[in-house]
């Protein structure tokens, strides 16, 4: 079996949908199965051709061409239609004609996914009771279109080619919503099908990462039986003498809303459980300090240096996504180092690998890179592709030169020949720039390079490993395929994860977020925000922001966004219940003196809860003699979970017996982490809490 060397390397499969449907016939092990693909081939091109139709070994080549874009041999066309003779598939008439008999009738790629439709269907059920599978049997069809256009780019990808990856299908969230547009839906589900969809292909549901990982390892299956590659003797995993990871490889390890977090961990995983060893240089060590310290500029308070303050960083995002407070996440990912190590075994490379490079590598590389770029950096201006067109440091060229250069080095000299493994080393990355470097240049010496792409080196795993895959193994390896491939317009961000952003670099800390989120939200400017932050332009985002709270009227937004319509609302209605209170304490013979005065506190700027808990911003006398006795007072009354009423109670009487100390400030920071969720009931109080940190 060959492709042939008419076929053009960049031809894309013929029939992506009979591809699709060939991969999951081909599941399994490729050691065990690989006999059994050329009749899978087969059957699918006689499944064109209806009972008592006339065929030759050509016509069936012709069409299994028409499909992968190779050929089968005619001698092993014919050794396969002896064996559908005698399953009484095909009769031979003589002289190479055959007659159909018994069409194959290979089920449909809508008869394929339905395990995953019904799990589906489920799910739908479960968040939407508008859904109607009678009225709304459009559903099905647009879910199989995604999920083919999933498969579709599986198949383009060419899996065990190490070159620029094709995989991703960006802005996936937008495709989705153009195939719902696309069908007709009654009533108002459309707008919520799309957002059911997206939350689905996020899940790990068993089925959706079933049909994944099968086909996925299908169409792997396919492609070395297709190119007649040979399988390796050896254990894959036991032959990489090692790995060295790049800086845009470990960063996403670190960050857990990172799209390629799931593929690295996968990948990481698998190494682990072969004993590959994993190094990252110093000079890696030094780029991802960077990064992180600008991370740390671009959250620092606006009157620190401007030039950092809207700088585009993978940390930054990531905490906008999570929960907690800048402090907290800052120094988590401080200790990027100890955490590598601990969780995954990813070490400083050794002196010993680390003493040369070769210089001639280096150079070559250095200079392919940034050709490359340029190139690159030209085209994107021609065609106006994105609002952010970037040229990068020729700091992260010479990184990027040396570690490659390293790697030149150490397989040209290794460092003990006697005990040279077969495989690498290999530098890891996710670079599209190198990948095109490698594949175009480096290779020439290599079959594989310098480099290599990790999910190319998943593949190889998947192909030639005699590993097993266990159900939680397929599951994370399914989950990262898919989060890596359907991905969603990741440079976009919401109002509420820039609200924590700007909060902490305006220097009003994260428990803010939400008023400062309703001040852009009450802003006249506000479409022109999220317009900005949908589009990922940060720069416009920030001036739109900066002309926000230069408005004229600003003053009467943050008081309409602190003090909202619907708290208006419940504060008179708590006026009405008090003057309830009193007419009935008339009606008694009551004294009414001490309520009356309760109305008119109430009327100035209190918050009084009668019957029910009020969670707006309280406006108290509030001092440094009372603040502990208030704060446990409001606590007890308007905090229901009684094991974190417990839990702040328990530290407010801590900060009450340590102030004036110098352990107050770790009490301090204890409280405001455990308070988070009831800041719009305690924000009063922080003010003068916080007059106690020394």
Known sequence: MS??????????????????????????????????????????????FENGSTITPENISEKIYSITKCTIPKSEIISIFTKLENENIIEHKGNLNYKVKKKPHLSNFETLTQPVWKEFEEFIKSHSKEYDSGIHSNAKKVFDSLLLKIIVRFVISKPLENKVDEIPLDNFDEIVSQEVKENYFPGSFASAYSKIIMEYFSSESPQLLDFIFNSYCGLINIDIVLKEQKIPSVEFGHEIDFL???????????????????????????????????????????????????????MNPINSDSKFYRTENQFVDDYSRRKGTWTDYYLLISQWEESIRSKWNIELLPPLFSKEIEEVCYEFVSRMLQIADEFRYSRREEKNVDYNIRLRADKSYEHDAYCISLISYLRKNPINKNTKRV??????????????????????????????HPRILLNYFLAYSRLEFDNKDKEHVAMALLKYTARPN??????????????????????????????????????????????????????????????????????????????????????????????????MGKKTESVNKMIVKAEDNSRINIGSIDK????????????????????????????????????IEEMENLQGTKDFNEKYTSFVQSAADYMTILAPFIPTLSNFIS
Request: glycine share 4%.
């Open 616 to 651: 707006s911003k309280n406006k108290i006398s509030i001092n440094q003699e009372n603040v502990f006795f208030e704060l446990k007072n409001v606590i007890e009354k308007e905090i229901e979970d009684s094991k974190d009423r417990e839990e702040l109670l328990k530290k």
């Open 423 to 452: 495989l690498g080393p290999w530098f890891l990355t996710y670079d599209d720039l190198i990948s095109f470097v490698n594949q175009t240049q480096l290779r020439k010496n290599d079959n594989i390079g310098y480099s290599i």
């Open 490 to 587: 990741t440079s976009s961000i919401t109002v509420d994860e820039y609200s924590r952003i700007f909060a902490e670099q305006i220097d009003i800390g994260s428990e803010n977020a939400n008023v400062l989120k309703n001040i852009f939200v009450l802003s006249p400017l506000i479409d022109k925000l999220d317009n900005a932050l949908s589009s990922g332009n940060r720069d416009e985002a920030y001036v739109v922001a900066a002309d926000i709270f230069s408005d004229i009227n600003i003053k009467d937004i943050v008081e309409e966004a602190i003090y909202s319509t619907k708290e208006k609302k419940e504060h008179q209605e708590t006026i009405k219940r008090l003057q309830n209170v009193v007419v009935k304490q008339q009606e």
């Open 244 to 298: 060295l990871l790049d800086s845009n490889f470990i960063i996403p390890l670190l960050c857990s809303t990172d799209l390629k977090n799931p593929l690295s961990i996968a990948l990481i995983n698998l190494c682990n459980k072969y004993g590959v060893k994993l190094y990252y240089t110093g000079q890696t060590k030094s780029e991802i300090w960077n990064s992180i310290n600008n991370a740390r500029k671009t």
């Open 3 to 48: 492709t042939g060397k008419e076929v053009n390397e960049n031809i894309e499969y013929g029939d992506p949908e009979s591809m699709a449907k060939l991969s999951l016939l081909t599941k399994g092990k490729i050691l065990e199965i690989r006999k059994d693909i050329p009749k899978s081939l087969i059957l699918t091109a006689l499944d064109n």
